[in-house]
């Protein structure tokens, strides 16, 4: 894993999207749903490990309404289907706009594309909120010849068939294609389907010292 690797020997650059490209407070949503009743939400869901409504979320298995229902049991009578959303969203935190702008000039230098673990929730309201802050909008969205979300695929990371996937779809060869996360389950699962595997530390570096780390001019 992290082997550097030279940006014209690449067919193509898989990036995540939470916590790589835009910022996730993963420690919000276990003090919101505690401040619901739910003091035991963490261990329900955290960045190495979930329950299996989560994973039903992610794979598009299970509804929006089903899924709320699950946690508004979990809550303080009087909660309301409104705070269970804000408690369950309140994990995305935003991307800042020089990060934005990175992700669209390295998407004019290689193939690029997103492969998210995420749920329609979250994706609407990630979508949503980069309509509303970006400069470009467009432009960031433009950079990718295709985002991949799990609820879509019904597939998920670190399983190795799902980069497999991404790269048969794309005609992209794994050995020539790079694979960017920060959580390091996925990045082992990309390894094992052969990819360059980078894991990006968010306690030592960001999206932007990694690429400069990289030697990618972009």
Known sequence: MNQPVALDALDGVILDFGGVLYDIDYDAPPKAFAALGDPSFASLYHQASQSPWFDQLETGTLGKEEFYGHLLKRCDAGTTMQDVHEAWCCILTGMPHARAEAVERLGGKTRLFLLS??????????????????????????????????????????????????????????????????????????????????????????????????????
């Not at 985002?147 to 020539?176: I, N, Q, W």
């Not at 996925?186 to 595997?197: I, P, Y």
């Open 117 to 218: 673990n995420t749920n329609a929730i979250h994706a609407h309201v990630f979508e949503e909120d980069l309509r509303a802050t970006l400069k470009d909008a467009d432009g960031f969205w433009g950079a990718f010849e295709e985002a991949h979300y799990s609820h879509d695929l019904g597939l998920k990371k670190p399983h190795p068939e799902t980069f497999l996937h991404v790269c048969e779809r794309h005609g992209l060869a794994p050995s020539r294609t790079l694979f960017l996360d920060d959580s390091v389950q996925h990045v082992r699962g990309a390894a094992e389907a052969g990819l360059h595997a980078h894991h990006l530390d968010l306690t030592k570096e960001d999206f932007a010292g990694w690429l400069q780390r990289m030697g990618w001019a972009v």
